[in-house]
Every structure is written in structure tokens, then in C-alpha cells.
């Protein structure tokens, strides 16, 4: 049984890796393929490297465009690669528009499709991400959930819950197997940092950075939770663009860099005094590390970082950002809960389910 595990983006290589891992160590045929939905090298080839990714068996090269021609372009070479290899099995994961492409491609092929992360739900159509994952899901075979709102989302939608599978959050494999060298290179000291006493910030989201007025008074309110503590800002391709077209100028406590690798990435994380983002899956890694979060959205496809772990939505309002900072400062931020199943074993469960399938 060939098993094709497809990547894409940045996010997507933290989830397929253990998973690849665990199809070596049993010895099941499987081909990796990368879309090339991300190019750049800080933010694909670093992330096979540091995650002993192999090189991928196919590299369609697709690049960046407009949602419609990307997702056309990474069906059309994907289809090709399906009809020559005749996968048995074809491994998506998240929600980026190379999940969504390499799904369909599959479910028309009657390939059956596994997703990796299925279920989560911001409730919120206008995320691209969203579309992403309510496709992705109604056109699987195997829904992997890392968590009971998934699988209840799913059943709400009428999936049969024969396909739906609890199995633990792939993210989180990788992030307890690395950690410990994460924190023991400590990154923070290139940046004359100590640990918890700095900040790190990601935003890449459309609907923070696209919009000027909107992206402009964020930056305004991070500035000023910069006069707390310094921030280390790693700037997405998008946000970057953003930044040199209207010439945003931010304070010298915030330090832009360029996207960094996963394990500086993971060491900053782990030691910082909080982390504000747009991203879903810092949302969960910093609820797995224990380190306090803030979101900067109104909705979260992940509210189990909300309920149980350290996470709190506050959107772009700069009073709730500095209510919740003060609440940092003074040590009465929440400590949270690691949710069950984010043990380190999701992707091993998920090999037993593939293996014993008929
Ligand atoms: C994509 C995913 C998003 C995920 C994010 C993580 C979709 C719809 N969105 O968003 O869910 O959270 O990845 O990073 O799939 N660019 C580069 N170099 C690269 C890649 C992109 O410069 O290697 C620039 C290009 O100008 C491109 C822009 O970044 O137009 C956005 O890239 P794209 O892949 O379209 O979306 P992301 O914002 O990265």
C-alpha cells in the first residue's frame, strides 16, 4: 500500500514529519509531496532540515497566486503525480490551500483521504482556512481530531463517526520531541535576551495585515506593550510586504527579524514571558509549553486552548491587550492544562489506524 503524505506550507511540516517518521520506522511505502505553496528557504527547506524531513520525492514548484490559481495549479500537476504513482492512501494536514487541493484531487481519483486535524472550526467563512477545513473534511475517509470539539463539529455536519478518530495532536508530537535541544541551544541570547522577560509576536493573518488602518493601530498597541517588555516580531512573507508598502515604523524594543527556524522559533517559545499571534497552531503550542498567549483574533477554530490551556482571545482591542499584560506582569495569567492526547504519541496512532485498515 503506497501512502502519499502531501506538504505545503510552513504549518504543514510540524504535522506530516512524525507522521512520516513513524511510517519508516514500520517500513510502509510512502512518497512525500511538496506543493510548493511556500518557497522561500526560512520558510520551507529550513523545516526539513531541522525536523529530519527527507527531501521530497516530488516537488511541484507551484508558488504564490491568487487563491483560485493555486489551488488549480497544485490539482492539476497533483493529479498527474496520482495517476502515475497510484497512492492507496493520500496524508493531508491542516487547513492551507494545499490541503484543500490535494483532498479533492484524491476523493475524484476515489483515493481515500486522511486529514490530519480535522474538524476544528472558527465558524468563521470568510478565513480562507475555514473553506479549507470544512472541504478538506466532508471529502475524507479518515478524520484524525485532536480534540472532543472536533469530533462533535464533525458529527454536528453529518460525518459518520465510523471515520472520525481522537487520536492527539501531531503538532504537539514534534514539539516535545524537540524541545529540550530547542531550550538548550538558547536562542533568546542572540537577541541579548533573557528568558522571561521577552516577548514574541507573530501576525500573518489577512485580516490584520491587509487592511492599513487596521494593521496600523495594532502596531500602535504593540508598541506600546513594548514599553513592558522588549518583543521579538519574526515577519511573515505577507506582513513584510505590508510593513515596506505603507512604511510602518515600530519602536526599537520590537525586533523585526526574518522568519526564523523551527527549533530558534521553539526555544523563544518556550522561554518567553508571552506571545501574542494570529496563528492557530502557536495557539496550541504555546498551551502545550504552558506559556501565556494572546490571540490577536475574535474566534479561534482551536477553543480548547481557550478552556483548558493558556490561551485568550483578545482581538486587536488595545484595552483588553493591556489588561491582559498587566495580568502577565503581576504572575495571575492562567497556568492551563495540557488537553489529554497531546502526549507526544498522536502520530502513532494514527500509523495503527492506517495499518489496520482493510
Ligand atoms: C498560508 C496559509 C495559512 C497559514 C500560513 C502560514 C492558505 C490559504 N493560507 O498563508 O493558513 O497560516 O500559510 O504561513 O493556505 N510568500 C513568500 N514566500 C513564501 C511563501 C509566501 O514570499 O515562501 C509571500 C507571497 O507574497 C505570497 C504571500 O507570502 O503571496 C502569502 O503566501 P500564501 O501561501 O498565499 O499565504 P500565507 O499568508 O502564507
Given at each position: 500500500?503506497?501512502?502519499?503524505n502531501?506538504?505545503?506550507?510552513?504549518?504543514?511540516?510540524?504535522?506530516?514529519?512524525?507522521?512520516?517518521?513513524?511510517?519508516?520506522?514500520?517500513?510502509?511505502?510512502q512518497i512525500?509531496v511538496?506543493?510548493?505553496?511556500?518557497?522561500d528557504?526560512?520558510?520551507?527547506?529550513?523545516?526539513?532540515?531541522?525536523?529530519?524531513?527527507?527531501?521530497?520525492?516530488?516537488?511541484?514548484?507551484?508558488?504564490?497566486?491568487?487563491?483560485?490559481?493555486?489551488?488549480?495549479?497544485?490539482?492539476?500537476?497533483?493529479?498527474?503525480?496520482?495517476?502515475?504513482?497510484?497512492?492507496?492512501?493520500?496524508?493531508?494536514?491542516?487547513?492551507?490551500?494545499?490541503?484543500?487541493?490535494?483532498?479533492?484531487?484524491?476523493?475524484?481519483?476515489?483515493i481515500?483521504?486522511?486529514?490530519?486535524?480535522?474538524?476544528?472550526?472558527?465558524?468563521?467563512?470568510?478565513?480562507?482556512?475555514?473553506v479549507?477545513?470544512?472541504?478538506?473534511?466532508?471529502?475524507?475517509?479518515?478524520?484524525?481530531?485532536?480534540?472532543?470539539?472536533?469530533?462533535?463539529?464533525?458529527?454536528?455536519?453529518?460525518?459518520d463517526?465510523?471515520?472520525?478518530?481522537?487520536?492527539?495532536?501531531?503538532?504537539?508530537?514534534?514539539?516535545l520531541?524537540?524541545?529540550?535541544?530547542?531550550?538548550?541551544?538558547?536562542?533568546?541570547q542572540?537577541?541579548?535576551?533573557?528568558?522571561?522577560?521577552?516577548?514574541?509576536?507573530?501576525?500573518?493573518?489577512p485580516?490584520?495585515?491587509?487592511?492599513?488602518?487596521?494593521?496600523?493601530?495594532?502596531?500602535?498597541?504593540?508598541?506600546?506593550?513594548?514599553?513592558?517588555?522588549?518583543?521579538?516580531?519574526?515577519?511573515h512573507p505577507?506582513?513584510?510586504?505590508?510593513?515596506?508598502?505603507?512604511?510602518i515604523?515600530?519602536?526599537?524594543?520590537?525586533?523585526?527579524?526574518?522568519?526564523?527556524?523551527?527549533?530558534?522559533?521553539?526555544?523563544l517559545?518556550?522561554?518567553?514571558?508571552?506571545?501574542?499571534?494570529?496563528?492557530?497552531?502557536?495557539?496550541?503550542?504555546?498551551?502545550?509549553?504552558?506559556?501565556?498567549?494572546?490571540?490577536?483574533?475574535?474566534?479561534?477554530?482551536?477553543?480548547?486552548t481557550?478552556?483548558?490551556?493558556?490561551?485568550?482571545?483578545?482581538?486587536?482591542?488595545?484595552?483588553?491587550?493591556?489588561?491582559?499584560?498587566?495580568?502577565?506582569?503581576?504572575?495571575?495569567?492562567k497556568?492551563?492544562?495540557?488537553?489529554?492526547?497531546?502526549?507526544?504519541?498522536?502520530?502513532?496512532?494514527?500509523?495503527?489506524?492506517?495499518?489496520?485498515?482493510?
Amino acid at each position: 500500500m503506497l501512502i502519499c503524505n502531501i506538504v505545503g506550507a510552513r504549518p504543514n511540516f510540524m504535522k506530516i514529519a512524525p507522521i512520516v517518521h513513524e511510517l519508516q520506522r514500520r517500513e510502509m511505502p510512502q512518497i512525500l509531496v511538496h506543493t510548493g505553496q511556500h518557497y522561500d528557504a526560512n520558510m520551507s527547506q529550513v523545516f526539513f532540515e531541522e525536523l529530519g524531513l527527507p527531501k521530497p520525492d516530488i516537488y511541484l514548484g507551484i508558488g504564490s497566486d491568487t487563491h483560485a490559481k493555486q489551488t488549480a495549479r497544485i490539482m492539476t500537476a497533483f493529479e498527474d503525480i496520482c495517476q502515475q504513482h497510484q497512492p492507496e492512501l493520500v496524508i493531508v494536514s491542516g487547513d492551507v490551500n494545499s490541503t484543500l487541493a490535494a483532498a479533492l484531487v484524491a476523493s475524484k481519483l476515489l483515493i481515500p483521504v486522511a486529514h490530519v486535524e480535522a474538524g476544528l472550526r472558527s465558524f468563521d467563512r470568510t478565513m480562507p482556512e475555514e473553506v479549507n477545513r470544512v472541504l478538506t473534511d466532508h471529502i475524507s475517509d479518515y478524520l484524525f481530531t485532536t480534540e472532543p470539539d472536533g469530533d462533535e463539529n464533525l458529527l454536528k455536519e453529518g460525518i459518520d463517526a465510523q471515520k472520525i478518530h481522537r487520536v492527539g495532536n501531531c503538532m504537539v508530537d514534534t514539539l516535545l520531541k524537540h524541545v529540550d535541544r530547542a531550550i538548550h541551544d538558547a536562542p533568546w541570547q542572540n537577541f541579548n535576551l533573557t528568558p522571561h522577560n521577552y516577548a514574541l509576536l507573530t501576525l500573518h493573518r489577512p485580516s490584520n495585515v491587509d487592511e492599513r488602518e487596521t494593521f496600523t493601530a495594532l502596531m500602535a498597541t504593540i508598541s506600546s506593550v513594548a514599553e513592558h517588555m522588549p518583543i521579538v516580531f519574526p515577519v511573515h512573507p505577507r506582513t513584510h510586504s505590508r510593513i515596506a508598502e505603507w512604511g510602518i515604523q515600530t519602536p526599537k524594543a520590537i525586533r523585526l527579524v526574518e522568519p526564523l527556524p523551527y527549533l530558534t522559533f521553539l526555544g523563544l517559545m518556550a522561554r518567553a514571558k508571552c506571545v501574542l499571534t494570529d496563528s492557530g497552531g502557536i495557539q496550541e503550542e504555546t498551551t502545550a509549553l504552558g506559556i501565556p498567549c494572546l490571540t490577536l483574533r475574535w474566534n479561534t477554530e482551536r477553543p480548547i486552548t481557550v478552556t483548558s490551556g493558556t490561551n485568550q482571545l483578545v482581538g486587536t482591542d488595545s484595552k483588553m491587550i493591556a489588561e491582559s499584560v498587566n495580568k502577565i506582569m503581576n504572575g495571575t495569567w492562567k497556568t492551563g492544562q495540557r488537553p489529554p492526547l497531546w502526549d507526544g504519541q498522536a502520530s502513532s496512532r494514527i500509523v495503527d489506524i492506517i495499518a489496520s485498515r482493510n
